[in-house]
């Protein structure tokens, strides 16, 4: 393998992934709703994978490429001596009319204005979870249910939601336990729980940090969308061993008709138990290989865009350790 060879399968690996990426999730859904956890992984691994690659194609392409001197002399030199060791391959560059450095700064500059659009996005996240989780902690009560502490909002509109453990976890209205019968509210309190459980709230935030500004690319677009379906379906299997499959099944029926009929704001930083569209796969969930190739295809290509990038960013992390000298 050559620099050259390298810097093209990362190239073409980021667009192909890119631009084809939502239609091998669609294909691979009916294997990846049986296993929701490993799915939900799966999307957040892709998604680190894909941007770290992305990160990876200036570094790979100073390699191969050469130009104009825009450095101090010293700098030039240190420069110099750092690409030559980070450099696996040694082989000869092509000379353009951009300086080299522009490569490397420009993933540098990157990865700076993205960990300050990421901050600006936590703190967001963060000041807007408070204010609903203020809201609800002003007027719910504290309660004991069924094992689940939860906090009881006198509302007869029926909702439960589950925020982040440290802003006030598991959220219902009366409207539930009034409607509800009591393998219902189990079921729902075991769904909401779930979503504690297993980091929901943090794998969200993780993923959605990493996309903060690359919405626009289709892969990463169509991986944060359907992680949250995958999500709540992680926390249905859980809510359905607990409490049985008819009982989860028409709670979440009752809450998506619900939902379609409130005219209240969706509380960001919460996850909602909604939605009778998962009901099919509840009750007759799909059999069979379908999807299988779509997703091992997927998995495939994250994996190698995965080693590909580590191929360019571990040479020049040991040669920052040495000292490039």
């Keep these: 393998m050559t620099s050259g060879l390298l810097a093209g399968m990362l190239i073409i690996g980021l667009a192909v992934s890119a631009l084809a990426g939502p239609r091998v999730l669609r294909s691979a859904a009916p294997l990846l709703m049986r296993v929701p956890r490993l799915a939900a992984g799966l999307l957040a691994g892709g998604v680190a994978a894909w941007v770290l690659t992305l990160l990876a194609v200036g570094p790979v392409l100073a390699w191969v490429l050469s130009g104009p001197v825009v450095l101090p ?9 750092c690409l030559a060791a980070a450099n696996p391959f040694g082989d000869q560059t092509f000379n353009t009319p951009f300086p080299v450095a522009i490569l490397l700064a420009l993933p540098a500059a990157a990865v700076l204005l993205h960990l300050t659009s990421v901050s600006i996005e936590t703190i967001r996240r963060r000041r807007s979870t408070l204010r609903t989780a203020m809201r609800y902690r002003q007027t719910a009560r504290p309660r004991r249910m069924h094992g689940y502490d939860v906090l009881l909002a006198d509302d007869s509109h029926p909702f439960a939601l589950s925020l982040p453990r440290r802003h006030g976890g598991i959220v219902i209205s009366t409207g539930v336990v009034q409607l509800f019968s009591v393998d219902e509210l189990v079921a729902v309190l075991a769904h909401e729980h779930a979503h504690l459980q297993q980091r929901h709230h943090l794998i969200t935030a993780i993923v959605s940090g990493l996309t903060t500004r690359l919405r626009w690319i289709p892969m990463l677009a169509a991986a944060e969308d359907a992680l949250g379906h995958y999500l709540e379906i992680a926390a249905d ?10 009982a ?3 709670a979440l029926l009752v809450l998506g008709q619900a939902a379609r009929l409130s005219q209240q704001p969706t509380a960001e930083g919460a996850l909602y138990a909604l939605g009778p569209n998962r009901i099919a796969h509840l009750v007759q969930p799909d059999r069979g290989t379908a999807g299988a ?15 590909l990038a580590a191929f360019v960013h571990i040479p020049y992390m040991l040669a920052a350790l040495s000292g490039c000298i």
């Design 237 to 246: 299997d859980h809510a359905r061993r607990v409490s049985g499959t008819p």
């Design 293 to 307: 190739v779509a997703a091992t295809a997927s998995t495939c290509c994250m994996a190698a865009l995965t080693a």
């Design 73 to 81: 002399d010293r700098a030039a030199q240190v420069c110099e001596q």
């Design 248 to 250: 989860l099944a028409g």
